[in-house]
């Protein structure tokens, strides 16, 4: 198991004075896969990558990092690993260009041939002083530095934030490309729809802590699938069977969620009744997310 | 100028004050209770019509004396007073002026980098309100040093026109150059170099005043072209003549509306002087650490070196004045006699030597703060997160710092060296004045030490190693007028190197020195290889 973990964290603490940022974070990332992080604004994510960098000193627990120790092996190890921080600061007298050669040797080189194609396929002038960017362009600097490298695992911090639809896409292709090289990418996001994309399994943090782990389709198992369905007569009485949640009438129409494992028993019950119309949707991710906050929700004081 | 224009002055005055709640009264008051302090010791010390006289005979006239403290008026028929102006007035006025230069460019070029400024021109603020906040908060703390120090001067004794017009000088000159860097600002591309140029002003207006009041020729107008030498031709304590303070304020005025005008004709974050496109690839050299902190900091490197051989040169170069002085004016035996032996001119040289380390001392200061502010601004994160050690990185920063300091250093015994050697004919002075000033290295790394220290183990107090160059310049200049007890000049390092040329070497006091600055740097080090990374 220990071999095939880019990166493990184990109920890693952090505290800033009263803060608890991480309060026994666990994370687990294997070698070569595309993996998805997330939680709420202030979940905790940056301060755990920023751990992972050697940046911030972990306060308890464990974080392993391609096998080696984040704080103490820290160069050693960042010759191996790309990052690109949340809030692209780039030195403003610098030009783009300037900044991914910077950022390309100190990393201990990168591909020629990749940073020329990078440069195209995002459509930047590395002519240009940071301090004239706009934020997405900011950005793609950041991207084009890390994707240039040689890096064997990605370490990205809301990569995607600023940049427009297309050039999303792009990011989204590189994810990809990296994946099939055998590269590991770590991404936070608050994009779900990208995670869904781009992702072979996603953790979910909440306060510091890890709500969920997992693959998608796990992920999903856990729950719940929404079917509108029109049955012979008024079908009211689904709202008694198990399983059932959230039962509304919409028109001739009745709507209600089904946790995962009663679809089956639940499906067989319908047909018995007749069905005249059915259409069921797996949950998103927006809707697993969201189902993960409800508790949040309801703290803050958000009714449903 | 419109009335909308100047909309939300009032609301972001009330930010910079919060904003500078601290570095702001610390100003203030330390410039308030240099003159409050000053004035009492003057006092006490010139008690007596003979101790008056003896004072101005031993500074009229002497040039070197003249370029660091004033031509004198009123040492006729002198009184107490004008040798309280001859004291503090140029030095309190460049007090003033670097405060109004820090502050206004603080709340205008520099606050631009941050996104801070868009988001505050998207509320309800006029075109013209950032620059009016940040100049009326400058026109609030000089009229406070002006009305306290003036208050308490009269508190003290001395007569209230006279007090008036010395505080009201010095004050207006911090007005004056508020509103200096408030063009300053839109002329250059970024903060950094928005302080250099109104920081340059500044000293160029210093010195100019300097070389005017000693010129005997031509050279002479040049102290009514500097603020500070309206603000001495304002004559407190000698027939006070008021219109000098009216010239400062009709200048400001000029000046600020100048900035208002300039201000509308570029856009926010720009300067006047439009970039062009760079280069697509780094020179490899400056793809290393180290590299790079020197591409970071040549600018800097270059305007502090030029800066410093220049003003060196001025003062080099009116070192042969004072050996005619001494053939002129026997009065000045006395003062021979409190030198021990050493010529007099020796004891100018080892002065101004001084001087320019204090200055020297704000680049090094600046220069290491970098690693701070490199921190504060997020680029050492993408630094740290490639294959670069932390040590590296503080120690590319440094290696350019220490470097820098023996440049700028050299540039200034350089300076002294060749305009004394210019003036007196004799090539051998400037080796001299090279190995004079380089002794006073170990006293800068002491100071670069103390700041690596904060930088390592409280790296939200770095900045405050501004006030040890506070304290040396206090203790410097006004050591002999604050009669400062022995322990509080021993804090600064500058006073334990021997005054060369005027003394002989001393090989224990500059490697006790050298020692001390290993040992802070080291410790600070140590303290960084252990500490989280933070904000500001
Ligand atoms: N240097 C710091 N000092 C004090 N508190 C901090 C510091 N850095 C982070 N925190 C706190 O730690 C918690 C986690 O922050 P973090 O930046 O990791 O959130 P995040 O999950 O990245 O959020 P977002 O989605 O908004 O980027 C927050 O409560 C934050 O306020
Ligand atoms: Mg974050």
Redesign the interface.
């Known amino acids: 198991m220990g071999a095939d973990a880019a990166v493990r964290c184990e109920a890693l603490i952090k505290t800033f004075g009263p803060t608890r940022a991480l309060d026994g974070l666990d994370l687990d990332v294997r070698v070569g896969e595309v993996h998805g992080f997330l939680g709420p604004n202030g979940a905790g994510k940056t301060v755990t990558m920023?751990i992972l960098?050697?940046?911030?000193?972990g306060d308890g627990g464990r974080a392993t990092l391609l096998g080696g120790d984040p704080w103490a092996d820290?160069?050693?190890l960042?010759?191996r690993?790309a990052?690109v921080?949340g809030?692209t600061?780039?030195?403003?007298?610098?030009?783009g260009?300037?900044?991914i050669?910077?950022?390309?040797?100190?990393?201990?080189g990168l591909d020629e041939t990749r940073r020329a194609e990078l440069i195209d396929r995002f459509d930047l002038d590395?002519?240009?002083?940071a301090?004239?960017y706009s934020k997405g362009n900011r950005q793609k600097v950041?991207l084009v530095a890390a994707l240039a490298s040689r890096a064997e695992l990605l370490i990205l911090d809301e990569p995607t934030a600023g940049l427009d639809p297309l050039m999303e896409a792009v990011f989204q292709d590189c994810v990809a490309d990296a994946r099939a090289e055998g590269r590991t990418t770590l991404l936070s996001s608050h994009i779900l729809a990208e995670v869904e994309k781009v992702c072979d399994r996603v953790t979910i943090i909440r306060k510091g802590r890890t709500v969920r782990s997992g693959s998608l389709e796990e992920l999903r198992v856990l729950a719940r699938t929404t079917i509108s369905v029109q049955v012979a007569h008024d079908g009211m009485e689904i709202a008694g069977w198990p399983g059932v949640f959230d039962v509304r009438r919409d028109g001739v129409r009745v709507s209600f969620e089904v946790d995962q494992p009663a679809v089956g028993a639940v499906v067989e019950r319908l047909a018995a009744l007749g069905i005249v119309a059915l259409e069921s949707h797996p949950p998103t991710l927006e809707e697993l997310f969201l189902r993960q906050y409800d508790a949040e929700l309801a703290e803050a004081g958000v009714h449903q | 100028m419109t009335g909308t224009t100047l909309v939300g002055t009032g609301r972001l005055v009330r930010l910079i004050l919060r904003r500078d709640r601290v570095r702001l009264p610390l100003w203030v008051a330390g410039l308030i209770g240099l003159m409050a302090v000053s004035a009492s010791q003057v006092q006490a010390l010139y008690d007596t019509p003979a101790k008056i006289i003896g004072y101005t005979s031993t500074m009229r006239d002497n040039p070197a004396l003249v370029i660091f403290a004033g031509p004198g008026y009123g040492f006729d028929d002198p009184g107490v007073g004008v040798i309280l102006v001859n004291e503090t007035s140029l030095w309190m006025a460049l007090g003033c002026a670097l405060m109004s230069v820090f502050l206004v460019n603080r709340h205008t070029r520099a606050e631009e980098?941050s996104e801070r400024a868009d988001l505050l021109r998207s509320t309800v603020v006029g075109r013209h309100a950032t620059i009016s906040a940040a100049l009326i908060v400058a026109l609030m703390a000089n009229v406070v040093v002006t009305a306290s120090t003036t208050v308490l001067t009269t508190a003290v004794g001395y007569g209230f026109a006279g007090s008036l017009a010395l505080c009201g000088s010095f004050g207006m000159v911090g007005v004056a150059f508020a509103a200096v860097t408030a063009v300053a600002a839109q002329l250059a591309s970024?903060g950094r170099a928005a302080l250099g140029l109104g920081a340059a002003l500044a000293g160029l207006a210093f010195i100019a005043r300097g070389i005017g009041d000693i010129s005997t020729s031509w050279l002479a107008w040049l102290s009514w072209s500097s603020p500070f030498g309206w603000a001495i031709g304002v004559r407190a304590f000698a027939g006070e003549r008021w219109w000098a303070i009216a010239l400062l304020a009709a200048f400001s005025l000029a000046v600020t509306a100048a900035a208002f005008e300039l201000s509308v004709r570029r856009d926010l974050?720009s300067g006047m002087l439009t970039?062009r496109?760079?280069?697509?690839?780094?020179p490899?050299w400056?793809?290393?650490?180290l590299g790079?902190a020197f591409?970071?900091q040549r600018g800097a490197l270059l305007g502090w070196t030029v800066g410093v051989f220049v003003t060196a040169a001025v003062y080099g170069s009116v070192g042969n004045q004072i050996e005619q002085m001494l053939e002129d004016n026997p009065q000045l035996k006395d003062y021979f006699a409190a030198l021990q032996g050493a010529s007099i001119t020796d004891v100018y040289l080892s002065t101004a030597l001084r001087m320019m380390a204090m200055l020297v001392m704000g680049f090094s200061l600046s220069s290491v703060l970098r690693n701070r502010s490199e921190e504060t601004?997020?680029?050492a994160?993408?630094?740290?997160?490639?294959?670069?050690?932390?040590w590296w990185w503080v120690g590319s920063h440094l290696v350019v710092t220490v470097a820098g300091t023996v440049v700028v250093l050299a540039a200034s015994g350089l300076g002294v060296g060749l305009g004394y050697a210019l003036v007196i004919g004799d090539a051998a002075q400037v080796p001299r004045m090279l190995g004079a000033s380089l002794a006073l290295l170990p006293a800068l790394l002491v100071v670069i030490g103390l700041a690596v220290l904060l930088f390592g183990w409280l790296p939200r107090a770095t900045v405050a190693v501004w006030g040890a160059l506070a304290a040396v310049v206090v203790i410097g200049i006004f050591g002999d007028v604050l009669r400062l007890p022995g322990w509080v000049r021993d804090l600064s390092p500058l006073q334990h190197v021997p005054a060369l040329p005027a003394r002989p070497w001393q090989t224990l006091p500059i490697a006790v020195l050298g020692a001390a600055a290993v040992v802070l740097t080291a410790a600070g080090l140590v303290g960084f290889r252990?500490?989280?990374?933070t904000g500001a």
């Open positions: 920023r960098l050697g940046l911030l000193r820290a160069v050693a960042h010759r690993l990052y921080p809030d600061n780039l030195w403003p007298n610098l030009t260009g300037e900044i050669d910077l950022l390309g040797n100190l990393r201990g590395p002519r240009k002083k301090r004239a950041a | 980098e970024t974050g970039q496109a760079g280069p697509a690839r780094a490899r400056s793809t290393t650490p790079l591409r970071l601004a997020g680029y994160e993408s630094m740290l997160a490639t294959a670069t050690s932390r252990r500490r989280d990374l």
